[in-house]
């Protein structure tokens, strides 16, 4: 099993800035790509960002050039950092983490709004 848990998301200007954080436990050694996702209402469920264990990364094109995933192997930790934010950004974004299965946080909503 591996747990997930997504912080950081908050309510910010538009052409601001953000960080997310998904720290993982548990069977962790068994994941082999993780990643985020974004669900806005009344929409599906949308890949942002996927980091790979060998660090290949792959974007969306709507936020390719604004947003960067990252990892911290210490920490157990994936990061995305999201620039230039604009209102389209607005939903609640997702942690995903494929092991043996595919695992899911609880979620942590961005809303970008002046």
């Known amino acids: 099993q591996v747990q997930l848990v997504e912080s950081g998301g908050a309510l910010v200007q538009p052409g601001g800035s953000l960080r997310l954080a998904c720290a993982a436990s548990?069977?962790?050694?068994?994941?082999?790509?993780m990643g985020w996702y974004r669900q806005a209402p009344g929409k599906q469920r949308d890949l942002v960002a996927t980091?790979?264990?060998?660090?290949?990364?792959n974007y969306a094109d709507s936020v390719k050039g604004r947003f960067t995933i990252s990892r911290d192997n210490a920490k157990n930790t994936v990061y995305l950092q999201m620039n230039s934010l604009k209102p389209e950004d607005t939903a609640v974004y997702y942690c995903?983490?494929?092991?043996?299965?595919?695992?899911w946080g609880q979620g942590t909503q961005v809303t970008v709004s002046s």
């Open positions: 548990g069977s962790i050694r068994t994941i082999t790509v």
């Open positions: 980091i790979t264990r060998g660090d290949s990364t």
């Open positions: 995903n983490a494929i092991g043996q299965v595919s695992y």
